[in-house]
């Protein structure tokens, strides 16, 4: 039996991988490849205070953090005199006691959102599981309504649907001792989406927020999930400090930094988008009043509406449209969702669909480009599909481009571009708060626009 000195964390991980495979993706495990492990443990300050050192690894299967401090900060792992992981799955923990790997190692079988201690701890670092806790299939973490009730009881952060991995964040600070340090690998999407706009405030209140962006590929093949590694310091001194960062090849490049950060939407910027944010005055939200389509669920289960794939009989049907028919710039008005309504039954749906609107597409085009196009025959739709309403305020009076001229910019290149530099790919789909968020210029500010950028 291999001693945790010579044991190849990476081979167990591997090996464990296949022998929880049925498993893992109820509880959102993904294990982090070694060079992702050996970066993390290698941003623990070396002038941590070794008195009383306490390190902790949540969610920790394997322990590879915590193995991986052994090798790459062997005198921390010496000094601390509490080495804890806290792991829920007993399969794990059943494989990594058969394997000898959790000596100089307590591992604490909980679920540690749940688990509680009085003890706070210097370092906690680990890659927390990630997904929307539900026992619906369409979920990736498998918890029952009880617990998932305990979880919003516990957690300030909670808010819509939450990802587990956002409560993990919670909890590890809250057991941080003050000038503490959290090392979390986990998704990106925590800078943008309004389920984390609680968690955003609560990592600005209490200390130093760092951003390291490492993009899409760590988890490839198993998971398509765009990551950064969350560095944290709970500090009162050093709280609403942001720092933003990209990762290559082991260096550090900074993009950004606010000192007043209030726990705001963290985006990227260029030279080209920040031009592009220089010469528009209004943002698509200053404009438009933002919708989306009904459900699937709610239009199977709406009685006005009709299922066929040919309904002859009835007249002054329409047919439900969805973002198959969708294209930029056009609106292909087919049956092929095989749902159907009689025309004067369609506000029924919703109210909107009474006029001639500009409609988006929630789903990145092509290479991340937004989809949109005005349904001038106003359709009844369903499904990932936005509708922009335009607002009719005072402020609104400048804003001189038609409904049909925004449709335009919004499928440009300009346009394009700005979301790649922008928003990059932390998400998969295009969302409400990125949409929000487009920059639209009036007629002049676009004419000006242009030929800078020509």
């Not at 039996?1 to 495990?29: L, Y």
């Not at 953090?65 to 090798?71: D, Q, R, T, V, Y």
């Not at 010469?279 to 404009?287: I, N």
């Amino acid at each position: 039996m291999k001693t945790i000195e010579s044991a190849n964390v990476e081979v167990h991980a591997a090996r464990v991988n296949n022998k929880v495979k049925h498993i893992k993706k109820d509880w959102g495990i993904f294990f982090t490849p070694q060079w992702v492990v050996d970066f993390m443990v290698n941003l623990i300050d070396d002038r941590l205070n070794l008195t009383d050192l306490k390190i902790l690894e949540p969610a920790c299967g394997i322990c590879q953090f915590l193995h991986g401090i052994k090798k790459n900060k062997k005198h921390i792992f010496i000094r601390a005199s509490k080495r804890e992981g806290v792991e829920i799955n007993e399969d794990v923990i059943e494989y990594v006691h058969e394997n000898n790997l959790n000596n100089d190692i307590e591992i604490i079988h909980y679920d540690y959102l749940l688990w509680e201690t009085d003890n706070r701890f210097d370092v906690i670092i680990g890659n927390p599981p990630y997904g929307i806790p539900s026992l619906s299939e369409h979920y990736t973490i498998r918890i029952d309504n009880e617990t998932k009730k305990i979880y919003k009881q516990l957690y300030q952060t909670w808010y819509g649907k939450y990802n587990v991995y956002g409560a993990f964040i919670e909890k590890s600070i809250k057991l941080l001792k003050e000038n503490g340090r959290l090392i979390f690998i986990v998704p990106a999407t925590f800078m943008i989406l309004d389920e984390f706009k609680k968690l955003r405030e609560f990592l600005s209140k209490n200390g130093k927020t760092e951003i390291i962006y490492m993009g899409s590929d760590v988890f490839k093949p198993e998971a398509n999930v765009t990551t950064v590694v969350l560095k944290f310091i709970k500090s009162n001194t050093e709280k609403n400090k942001l720092l933003l960062y990209d990762y290559d090849n082991g260096k550090l490049k900074l993009l950004a930094k606010n000192d007043k950060w209030m726990g705001s939407i963290i985006l990227f910027s260029t030279e080209f988008s920040e031009k592009v944010d220089k010469f528009c005055s209004f943002r698509l939200d200053d404009v438009y009043t933002i919708r989306i389509s009904p459900r699937t669920p709610e239009i199977k289960h709406n009685p006005d509406v009709i299922k066929s794939e040919n309904p002859k009989r009835i007249k002054n049907l329409l047919p439900i449209l969805n973002g198959r028919n969708l294209k930029m710039g056009e609106v292909i008005y087919k049956p092929i969702t095989g749902y159907w309504i009689e025309a004067d039954k369609k506000t029924r749906l919703r109210k909107f669909f009474d006029k001639p609107h500009i409609v988006v597409g929630l789903g990145f085009r092509g290479d991340r480009q937004v989809g949109a196009a005005y349904d001038y025959k106003a359709y009844p739709w369903m499904g990932d599909v936005y509708h922009l309403l335009r607002k009719h305020t005072l402020i609104n009076m400048r804003f001189d481009l038609t409904d049909e001229e925004v449709v335009s910019f919004l499928n440009s290149e300009i346009i394009k571009r700005y979301v790649k530099d922008v928003f990059r790919d932390i998400t998969y789909h295009f969302n409400i708060t990125q949409l929000k968020l487009l920059p639209l210029p009036t007629k002049e500010e676009l004419k000006k626009l242009k030929e800078v950028l020509i």
